[in-house]
């Protein structure tokens, strides 16, 4: 009995911080000091371990009841002061952009110099920014038209005289035409006139620019005036809790009721101990600014600030909203990685509907995420790194929950967050494959070694010896090789080498041994020793052929350069793209085996790609990793396949990136395109096998082994029909329609549907990126699609208008057969300057780009896609009357296999679909 008792005093009894915390609440109670009675209760529910004494702390939180908490401070006044101006700055400087846009230039100007004030003066950065937008405006005010360009060429041969010239530039002046007279000036400043006619035109230059400025209507000093003076701001008053400074307009924030602060300040409570990230502690409370002037349905949140626009400012606070935005100020955005940013948010909001009693809705919160996470990217081919937000990634991390209802035992999760945090500010990874990584072992820690294997199982980048090697990274050798690292970056080059050499002491295999060799590498270099093996262990490629630049704004990393689908170094000849051309010609390799394309001899590297070309000997096929580290993104081939494409903008580090693949017994062909939007440029290629060893007897050469690669022809096949429609209806037995509505007339195929119901861009949540969905979706109906790998399928559109191209439209492969207009490959057509242009996604994310194909006008327009999948990867051509957008380029098959079509609005007409499957 007695060794009964005191197990339960051990097991049950709640701990000693826990029992002081509540005591002193009773204490303060008993006294009537509520507001430090709930303090006492908070230390109580942060100190509590477990899911149970913590719901019953919070239920003796909400009882004890509302306590007036601490006044504004004056640090907190100056802070909203700030977030204030800041929404006037975004206002003021939208509304100049768009008054600029509608070409009311006066009122942009009137604007933009209230601006400059705003920012401190002309002599700010931002005031800088400022003046100069406003010489923008006034070039445009005064730039003559082709109008006043011909109307001056027609006066100056009319009128020979210069004093002649100067009177009736004068009397356009009277007559406002600016543009007009600053012709004339310009004409008489560089013509063969005399001194006294070039200065006269200097004169009215000046006085025609000056009157251009201060020339304001009425109507356009009114729209300046009603966004300088917006009474919105006028309306906004602030009103406390323990945690939150709720500003905005005064009857909406006066109306919140105290219990629904409460229940806020709960979250943050629940929510900051979860992370392990107490944002008040210092004092200043998290500020909610509810924004009559943000025309948004949803909320932005970071750091201590939360935005609410205008369509989402509602009563109750205590909800969802509040939830997920609060999340992203706990959690922030270097947890994980990008994908996860707005799922760490979900899943904190679902964690607080179960942590406040909301057990219901945490339930049915909690199995919509883990059914999006395995609908959404364990069903789809995406790689870990495009994990969906928001739901699916919150489904990913409520998937270790144990199988039952709410309420859940959450302290599994609390415990490794604390150890995440922990780490987080010591030696904690930043790239993006190690983070998910750590994040497996400590999952592993608390869920068992059965979670390994579940993800390895998702295509997370974890491997066996993980488990072990894990723990003692992060405890002390992770922090080891960042302060070698450092210390090289600084030029403390025997100092880095020490660090390395102990690391690699201790650590013979994996991630961070690699890293460690290559710093020692560095490291002994920079100090003119040998570096001895370290590049063969590392599988560093150091031989390739360069080729480029190619510039394309914005968009190198999605449109198809030739070399992406032929490579060819013979002779002398040049690839062409555009305007620009470039050959082929050996890399500069740093002794590192970085490859700086900036030191390539090439010119302006701002918004340009190019590629690096090598090629590797196996003597038998196998699997194998590429590791990249690259600056800006990449695409990588490997024997013609796309293997990655990271289209992003990021500075160079070690193993940023890795791809599995398959090599071939004999020479493998490796091409990569480096992507650079502005400054450094470059990248570090590495090749092992898939645990990271090194390959023996690899084989590196630059030189051209085309002759030696298997041939990539395509295989010879033939159409086996599966669909022909010549659109004499639109048969409910052949197409499935899930968006719009479709009819058929004189024997073609239109779209009826005008809204825009279709799902695109699904996990996208962007106020400035407003989403364009398709109006009318249907799918073809044919069990035989399963087995089309290879395919051909033939679409004829007719031209909108007199020989015009045709209306805004697209099509789906492998597809899910449902309202997502982005469920495969889509392949999205419309017109860019009087030119065809295609977008390809691959789901939601841009794979490539057509920018603009000049295609022949005609009445009708034959679309053509052949996808044949061989021994060579898979390749995709489609032609426009036989004019070719895109040309044997590739991308894998998807698991789905619906076939749609899509458009935007009434129209375009279909005039016949063929669908045929392709077989030797």
């Known amino acids: 009995m007695a060794m009964a008792v005191f197990l339960w005093i051990v097991l049950m009894a709640p701990s000693s911080a826990v029992a002081d915390a509540e005591r002193a609440a009773e204490e303060a109670l008993q006294a009537g000091r509520t507001g430090e009675a709930l303090s006492h209760f908070e230390t109580a529910i942060r100190a509590a371990d477990d899911t149970a004494p913590k719901a019953r702390l919070r239920d003796r939180y909400l009882k004890t009841g509302w306590a007036e908490p601490q006044e504004v401070s004056a640090t907190e006044r100056l802070i909203l002061g700030r977030h204030v101006a800041s929404e006037r700055w975004r206002l003021t400087d939208r509304a100049a952009d768009q008054f600029e846009n509608k070409g009311k230039l006066h009122a942009a100007l009137i604007l933009r110099r209230a601006l400059i004030e705003m920012a401190g003066g002309d002599k700010t950065d931002a005031g800088k920014k400022e003046k100069g937008r406003i010489a923008g405006i006034v070039r445009k005010l005064t730039t ?3 109008d006043d360009k011909a109307f001056i060429d027609k006066l100056v041969r009319a009128k020979k005289r210069g004093k002649d010239l100067l009177e009736a530039g004068k009397k356009l002046l009277a007559e406002g035409r600016f543009g007009t007279v600053l012709r004339l000036c310009q004409q008489l400043q560089y013509g063969t006139y005399d001194r006294a006619t070039v200065d006269g035109a200097k004169e009215l230059r000046k006085r025609t620019e000056d009157i251009a400025v201060r020339s304001l209507t009425p109507e356009e000093k009114e729209l300046a005036r009603a966004v300088l003076s917006d009474e919105r701001f006028l309306r906004l008053e602030v009103v406390r809790s323990r945690h939150f400074l709720y500003l905005g307009p005064k009857k909406f924030v006066d109306a919140i009721p105290p219990r629904e602060r409460m229940m806020l300040d709960l979250a943050y409570i629940f929510q900051s101990d979860l992370a392990a990230q107490p944002l008040t502690h210092d004092g200043r409370r998290i500020v909610v600014y509810y924004q009559e002037t943000f025309d948004f349905g949803g909320g932005l949140a970071g750091g201590k600030l939360i935005r609410i626009g205008n369509r989402a400012i509602r009563l109750p606070i205590a909800g969802m909203l509040h939830y997920h ?29 179960d942590a406040l009693g ?55 999760y609390r415990r490794a967050f604390h150890n995440m945090r922990e780490a987080q500010f010591g030696s904690w990874p930043a790239r993006e494959h190690q983070l998910m990584r750590f994040f497996g072992a400590v999952m592993a820690t608390e869920y068992g070694p059965a979670a390994y294997d579940t993800l390895r199982e998702w295509g997370w980048p974890i491997d066996a010896a993980d488990a072990a090697r894990v723990p003692d990274e992060a405890a002390r050798l992770l922090a080891e090789a960042k302060q070698a690292d450092r210390a090289f970056e600084r030029g403390l080059f025997p100092y880095a080498e020490r660090l390395a050499d102990g690391i690699l002491a201790e650590r013979k295999a994996g991630w961070l041994a690699s890293r460690a060799l290559w710093t020692r590498m560095r490291a002994r270099l920079a100090q003119g020793k040998d570096p001895g093996n370290a590049k063969q262990r590392l599988g560093i490629l150091d031989g390739f052929q360069v080729l480029g630049p190619f510039h394309a704004r914005r968009q190198t990393a999605y449109v198809v350069f030739p070399c992406e689908v032929k490579i060819d170094q013979t002779g002398e000849k040049r690839v062409r793209f555009g305007n620009e051309s470039a050959g082929w010609k050996d890399a500069k390799v740093e002794d590192s085996g970085y490859v700086n394309l900036r030191g390539q001899g090439y010119g302006y590297p701002e918004n340009a790609c190019a590629f690096a070309l090598t090629y590797v000997f196996r003597d038998r096929a196998q699997p194998a990793r590429i590791w990249m580290g690259s600056d800006d993104g990449h695409t990588l081939y490997v024997n013609g396949r796309l293997a990655e494409k990271r289209a992003t903008s990021r500075r160079f580090r070690f193993d940023d990136d890795f791809a599995d693949v398959e090599l071939r017994a004999g020479w493998n062909r490796i091409l990569t395109k480096i992507h650079n939007s502005r400054g450094k440029w470059g990248f570090l290629m590495r090749l092992t096998a898939r645990d990271g060893k090194p390959l023996d007897g690899l084989r590196i050469s630059a030189g051209d082994h085309e002759k030696d690669l298997p ?18 209806g639109v048969k409910a037995s052949r197409w499935l329609v899930t968006v719009g509505k479709w009819a058929a007339r004189n024997g073609r195929v239109r779209a009826t549907g005008t809204q825009k119901l ?8 962007d106020p400035d990126k407003p989403k364009d969905g398709p109006a009318n979706i249907m799918w073809l109906r044919s069990e035989k699609l399963a087995r089309c790998d290879s395919f051909e399928a033939t679409i004829d559109v007719a031209a909108a208008g007199k020989d015009g191209l045709p209306k805004k439209f697209g099509w789906t492969v492998d597809g899910e057969n449902e309202n997502d207009g982005q469920s495969g490959h889509t392949f999205v057509f419309d017109q860019n300057d009087k030119k065809l242009r295609c977008h390809w996604y691959r789901y939601d994310k841009l794979l490539y780009l057509q920018p603009g194909q000049k295609i022949k006008p005609a009445k009708m327009y034959r679309f053509i896609m052949r996808r044949i999948i061989s021994s060579t990867g898979s390749k995709w051509t489609i032609t426009c009357n036989d004019v070719p957008i895109f040309e044997r380029v590739d991308a894998p098959r998807l698991p789905a296999f619906g076939f749609g079509l899509m458009t935007w609005g009434a129209g375009p007409e279909f005039e016949s679909f063929k669908f045929a499957r392709l077989a030797e």
């Open 711 to 728: 041939p990539d022809a395509e295989p010879k096949v033939r159409a086996h029909p599966i669909v022909a429609d010549e659109f004499k």
């Open 758 to 765: 279709g799902l695109w861009m699904r996990f996208v949540v």
């Open 358 to 412: 909301q057990t219901g809705a945490a339930q049915r919160f909690v199995i919509t995420a883990r059914d999006q996470f395995v609908r959404y990217f364990l069903g789809r081919a995406v790689r870990y790194f495009d994990i969906q937000p928001y739901r699916p990634s919150a489904g990913f991390l409520f998937s270790f929950l144990p199988p039952g209802e709410a309420p859940f035992d959450w302290a599994p």
């Open 325 to 353: 935005e609060l999340g992203h100020c706990i959690f922030g955005k270097g947890w994980l990685h990008h994908g996860f940013t707005e799922g760490l948010a979900d899943f904190a909001a679902g964690f607080t509907l």
């Open 144 to 146: 003559p038209s082709k």
